[in-house]
Nanobody
Framework: QVQLVESGGGLVQAGGSLRLSCLAS????????MDWYRQAPGKQRELVAG???????NYVDSVKGRFTISRDNAKNTVYLQMNSLKPEDTAVYYC?????????WGQGTQVTVSS
């Protein structure tokens, strides 16, 4: 079992930056894929970025060049650095991992970008 706790959300003006953190309750060394999702009001949850244990990353087109996902296995933490934020980035951001075939989600952290 894995508990995930996100932090780092908040209110920021357009063009600003935030760094989200997701702390896992166990070692993430053996967890292959760690992902960030987001869900805006009235919209489906979407995959924003993912990172493998080997460091390979993928991003949804709308955040490429602005967001960077990274992981620190020693700290059991995955990060999402978000730069040049836009109002359309406003959403609840969730961390997700798959461990032994089971999806685990954090409780989410709100990101609000004002215009």
């Amino acid at each position: 079992q894995v508990q995930l706790v996100e932090s780092g959300g908040g209110l920021v003006q357009a063009g600003g930056s935030l760094r989200l953190s997701c702390l896992a309750s166990r070692s993430i060394f053996s967890i292959n894929f760690m992902d960030w999702y987001r869900q805006a009001p009235g919209k489906q949850r979407e995959l924003v970025a993912g990172i493998s244990s080997g460091g390979s990353t993928n991003y949804v087109d709308s955040v490429k060049g602005r967001f960077t996902i990274s992981r620190d296995n020693a700290k059991n933490t995955v990060y999402l650095q978000m730069n040049s934020l836009k109002p359309e980035d406003t959403a609840v951001y969730y961390c997700k991992v798959v461990f032994r075939g089971i999806d685990y989600w954090g409780q989410g952290t709100q990101v609000t970008v004002s215009s």
